[in-house]
């Protein structure tokens, strides 16, 4: 059997996946091959294979006919055979229907009904949704800065006389549903989507399974590093949902009204950043609040900005030359579906490009916390201290109710009524961290943060 073909680059490049030989440009099953599909095709009967055991030595042989025995399967590969073909087979059959795998001539004249899923397929294609999803990989270079904005080291932070953007706090509702137009946290794994596809259940898989297009990125994203973000803009909304973890439940479809931008996308904005997970005793050391105030601020980082941000950085006397960690330096930043463009802070990805606007705050909430074991005062401080250096307007925080952040709006409220910048209340965070690093305190930042006066009655505002 041959199949007539032009010798083509892309078909050489898939030709390793696929049961075929190229010779002289031509595509043809080896005799062998077409011997074993013709006898399975015959029935259990006819070949013999009627278990999953079978299954898998018939499949080895074409295998070998091929000559990939050098392309080893999994060692658990026969045991999967076995597994779905004898114990899980209508699993098995209803995979192969949705991928459309099995024949369809002379089903009617069989009086079979339709199996594939060809047609469901088509309806959704006659009204597929339009537009494009962008997604831009986001880094703070730690070495070779010269000419760039760099990762800050703590000096930057200290120095930072840049005030403090508004606050406002939501003890019920949703980041997805906020209706300000500002950029969305995804609590994110290292490796975008996390759980998604397996058995994760959580903020970032929930996002995943209302906002389906956002999995595309877990195809060609690698993990994040310690000073890399992503940003996903456009991805469209298809389903509601109740509860959480073991308790998540679909509730209907959801038909996304958020406007579209000049580019052709929804205009919900996604920033996916992922915290220390489990970091225990070490999140309050020095280093890895840097690691996470970092991490925000790459995240919530407005390219349109960037004249702001390094004029920052110049003045904080931040040294531009003297980063030695040389992990995952100076990579290629943006990987997109609707174009190519690099972002590294400083280059390309112009205002136009990206349409943003001056009002785009932040929607966060519990980031690192939960799972990931995080201290939930102490990560609300961090994500505003990174939100109001990257000059963001406002962050609204969606505490879901959670206990230790009952008076956060309160301590907000004390914290602007002070007027103090960016690097004040980071110089409060440090001292805070070190002093419950050495066993000196044991209470809370905010119990910690407040005057005596202030505790008493948490609305009083000096």
């Known amino acids: 059997m041959e199949i007539e073909i032009e010798s083509r680059e892309d078909l050489k490049s898939i030709l390793p996946f ?5 010779r002289s440009s031509t595509l043809f099953w080896p005799s062998q091959v077409v011997e074993t599909l013709k006898s399975m095709a015959a029935g259990p009967d006819h070949s013999g294979v009627n278990s999953g055991e079978a299954l898998f030595h018939s ?47 002379d089903r009617r004249v069989q009086n079979l009904p339709t199996i594939n899923f060809d047609y469901l397929f088509a309806r ?47 003890d019920s509702g ?58 996903i803009v456009g991805a469209e909304r298809f389903s509601n949902y109740t509860g959480y973890a073991f308790n998540f439940c679909f509730a209907g479809n959801h038909e996304d009204k958020r406007e579209i931008d000049s580019l052709g996308r929804h205009k919900t904005f996604i920033t996916a950043i992922d915290a220390l997970c489990s970091p225990g005793m070490r999140q309050y050391r020095l280093e890895f609040l840097l690691r996470e105030v970092n991490k925000a601020f790459c995240g919530f980082f407005d390219q349109s900005k960037y004249d702001h941000y390094k004029s920052q950085f110049l003045e904080s006397g931040e040294d531009v030359t003297d980063h030695t960690d040389t992990s995952r330096n100076n990579l290629p930043v943006h990987e997109s579906i609707s174009d190519a463009r690099e972002n590294y802070f400083g280059r390309s990805l112009t205002p136009e490009c990206l349409d943003h606007k001056d009002d785009i705050g932040i929607a966060t909430g519990n980031w690192g916390c939960g799972a990931f074991g995080g201290d939930p005062q ?30 956060l709006e309160k301590v907000s409220e004390w914290i602007l009524a002070h007027k103090w910048t960016v690097g004040d209340l980071w110089s409060m965070l440090v001292e805070y961290c070190s002093q419950i ?22 609305c009083c505002l000096s």
């Open 18 to 22: 696929l049961p075929l030989l190229l």
């Open 59 to 105: 499949i080895s042989n074409i295998r070998n006919s091929l000559s990939l025995p050098n392309q080893r399967l999994a060692s658990s590969s026969q045991h999967g055979y076995v597994l779905f073909f004898d114990k899980e087979l209508i699993g098995a059959l209803l995979a192969c229907a949705f991928f459309c795998l099995f024949p369809v001539i």
């Open 124 to 170: 959704i294609c006659s009204s597929i949704p339009v537009g494009f999803v962008s997604f831009e990989r986001k880094v703070l270079p730690l070495n070779n800065c010269a000419g760039y904005f760099c990762c800050p080291k703590a000096n930057f932070w200290i120095n930072s006389t840049i005030p403090l953007c508004q606050f406002r706090v939501k």
């Open 174 to 231: 949703l980041i997805e549903d906020q209706t300000f137009g500002a950029l969305e946290v995804d609590f994110a794994n290292e490796y975008l989507g996390g759980g998604a596809l397996h058995s994760g259940c959580v903020q970032e898989e929930i996002r995943f399974m209302i906002n389906p297009e956002l999995i595309t990125g877990m195809l060609f994203l690698p993990a994040m590093a310690d000073n890399e973000a992503i940003e």
């Open 378 to 407: 102490v990560k609300s401080i961090i994500q505003w201290l990174a939100a109001s250096q990257a000059l963001r307007p406002f962050v609204m925080y969606y505490t879901i109710g959670t206990r230790p952040l009952h008076h």
């Open 437 to 458: 690093s050495n066993g000196q305190t044991h209470v809370g930042f905010f119990d910690w943060l407040l005057p005596a006066s202030s505790k008493t009655n948490l």
